[in-house]
């Protein structure tokens, strides 16, 4: 059932989604009309969403939204689960690389209110515990955790520490206060190396001393032994490089579909479904394999969009770079709204979506990894990956986008904006979004209106 | 308003915080777009452009041709617009010019320590318990949101500086700016018409 490509609402998919079943779509076991999320898990925020109208979309959707139903299932069947926090794309693939053994992303809550549109009291109850509106709305996952009406409790809770987010580092700290022991390892402040330093090369064109490297490996290996003593089998070197193939075959498939959408004339897919995507390459949204599934879907949705010369805007869109994820989906929408068309993104994790080294010891790769997250280093590394993806995909304007209280981004973004807006010579906005955005939605999209009529106007001097 | 007969209209650009409610209209332009344009129109050698409504307020500036290189905004908080002169209009009994003939008689401004509308009316109705003269307090007020919005466009606004907006048509906001700015600042006619005149005219060219 293919349509041209364009962005529908909540209702006409479960039309066209009813449509599908009685056509024998071949939906996967999670599979069904979306509307049910709203129905049966309160998720009412996607009655205000705009949602592609591929099935490959649904299916993105219906595996983003069945995560916590998938992780109870595991838990029912004796599979042991794993909370990776604060830990955007390592500990995952080593957890995955045991036998029945689930990751998951607890942070992941900071979207629970947005898609329960508050309902869930988790922000309230946050506050109650110790975390109020002054910090990250990751304090959601702090709820979570207490009230158990998400997602299950983990076997292993593993987080990082260091050169992470203050305010989730606080938030973690409070949680473990609170009864959860929590498994810490340390992440340093990722710096360049000193002239004559022995140093080693990470992922992304960086660089970093071999002693952090040697620091970041001996903490992973830490976690490598309580995950192996999780299931009581050893993770060994041969486990993890087979996990470490595994995560690059997800990865394979979102650098295929960042490079076809983005490199694309039009718009092959919407900047939210870009969003939800690049998400799974964190944790997998607990099925590495199904994330594989779906991301190749969107792959060959988008490949047929771009051969079709289709897209779901106008081809003449201004060509927009987006950094950092947004607390409320909605406001990705306002992207296409305002005619914009999404043509590059670093939503915090980029280090996540670069293949992880084959040709190194296990550890030593995943170290690298670690230490390339761009949450870890100066900004300036990160506004470097920025500048070169928007040359490369012929960017005309950039959204820069802030979280209310988040203390990792407050002055980041600032000089992003700046940065950016100077060394490639394009209009650059700072937004704020809070988790529901209703009341701010004339006010995001002036500014979003406003850098694309910029851009516009530059596009016709 | 105009007395134009329906007929008589080619086109229509809405803008504004209205501008996606206004069925009829042939386009939608941010209110920042159609400053720029109707300030270029009105001043061609304006390269910055400060201007405060009651809903909120902006710092644009321009290139030489009138396009928009960069703005700032304040949407957030009433603390830099003209919300927080009506809020001090209303607490002192006066109507919008009566509030600005009172600042006029200022001798010393009150100094606000507070950037938040909410507060600043505690520590407004503080003031005037210890005995300082209501036009002090208007013109400390106005000093604030002067402030305020040169404080939120971050590095100096390049001259010549235009200044539109409801608020611009207070002698004291302007006087206010030209203070914190260290530059003189113009006033268009009508200032509070600027961002319809721009879209006049970008309606025009779509006409």
């Known amino acids: 059932m293919r349509e041209t490509p364009r962005q529908i609402c909540l209702e006409e998919w479960d039309q066209r989604q009813a449509t599908l079943a009685r056509q024998g779509g071949g939906e996967p076991s999670y599979g069904g009309p979306l509307g049910r999320h709203v129905e049966r898990e309160g998720n009412g925020r996607l009655r205000q969403l705009r949602f592609d109208n591929s099935t490959a979309a649904l299916r993105l959707w219906n595996f983003l939204l069945t995560e916590n139903q998938r992780l109870r299932a595991a838990r029912a069947q004796g599979e042991r689960l794993v909370g990776a926090m604060k830990d955007l794309g390592t500990v995952p693939v080593m957890a995955y690389a045991l036998p029945r053994v689930r990751a998951f992303y607890p942070d992941g809550a900071w979207w629970t209110p947005c898609l329960m549109e508050c309902t869930d009291r988790l922000l309230n109850q946050a506050e109650a515990l110790g975390a109020d509106a002054t910090t990250c709305p990751v304090r959601a996952m702090l709820a979570a955790f207490q009230n158990g009406e998400h997602f299950p409790r983990p076997d292993l809770l593993v987080c990082s520490a260091g050169a992470i987010c203050d305010d989730f580092s606080a938030i973690a700290q409070r949680l473990e206060r609170l009864g959860s022991a929590v498994l810490w390892w340390e992440m340093p402040r990722r710096r360049e190396p000193e002239t004559g330093e022995a140093s080693c090369a990470l992922p992304g064109g960086l660089r970093a001393p071999a002693d952090q490297v040697e620091c970041v490996r001996d903490e992973l290996r830490r976690v490598a032994i309580a995950l192996g003593r999780l299931v009581a089998t050893e993770l060994t070197a041969e486990r993890l490089r087979d996990g470490i193939q595994s995560a690059n075959a997800v990865r394979r498939e979102l650098q295929a579909l960042r490079e076809t959408v983005y490199a694309a004339a039009g718009a092959p897919l919407p900047a939210l479904e870009m969003l939800i995507a690049e998400m799974l390459a964190v944790h997998f949204c607990s099925d590495r394999d199904e994330s594989r599934v779906v991301l190749g879907g969107l792959v060959q949705e988008a490949t047929r969009r771009v051969a079709a010369r289709q897209s779901v805007v106008d081809e003449t869109g201004i060509r927009v770079y987006w950094v950092n994820p947004v607390a409320d989906l909605r406001a990705m929408n306002l992207l296409e709204t305002c005619g914009g068309q999404l043509c590059g993104s670093d939503f915090m994790f980029t280090h996540a979506l670069d293949l992880i080294p084959e040709d190194l010891p296990p550890l030593e790769a995943l170290a690298r990894t670690a230490l390339a997250d761009p949450m870890v280093g100066p900004v300036q590394d990160r506004a470097r990956r920025i500048v070169q993806e928007c040359r490369r995909y012929r960017v005309e304007a950039v959204v820069v986008s802030r979280i209310p209280g988040a203390s990792h981004c407050a002055w980041e973004g600032a000089y992003l904006r700046e940065h950016l807006a100077a060394e490639l010579g394009v209009p650059a906005v700072e937004i704020e979004v809070p988790p529901v955005c209703d009341a701010l939605l004339p006010a995001l999209r002036t500014r979003l209106q406003a850098v694309l009529e910029i851009a516009q106007s530059r596009r016709r001097a | ?207």
């Open chain 2, 1 to 207: 308003m105009a007395g134009l007969d329906g007929a008589a209209i080619q086109s229509v650009v809405a803008t504004g915080y209205g501008r996606n409610r206004v069925p009829f209209a042939a386009t939608t332009i941010t209110e920042i777009t159609c400053h720029a344009r109707g300030v270029h129109h009105l001043d061609p050698a304006a390269r910055s452009i400060v201007e405060i409504g009651g809903q909120d307020s902006k710092a644009i500036r321009l290139d030489e041709h009138g396009r928009v290189r960069d703005f700032a905004m304040n949407d957030r908080c009433a603390a830099g617009t003209g919300r927080f002169l009506e809020m001090l209009a209303s607490r002192l009994a006066l109507d919008w010019s009566g509030l600005d003939e009172l600042s006029q008689r200022s001798q010393r401004p009150a100094v606000m320590s507070n950037t938040c509308v909410v507060f600043a009316e505690t520590e407004i109705i503080g003031l005037l318990a210890e005995g300082v003269a209501a036009a002090d307090i208007a013109a400390g007020v106005q000093h604030s949101v002067a402030t305020r919005v040169v404080a939120m466009a971050g590095r100096a606004l390049d001259p010549p500086v235009v200044f539109t907006g409801g608020v611009a048509l207070q002698p004291g906001m302007v006087r206010a700016l030209e203070g914190v700015l260290g530059c003189p600042v113009r006033v268009p006619a009508d200032p509070q018409f600027t961002g319809a005149l721009g879209a006049a005219i970008l309606a025009g060219g779509m006409a």
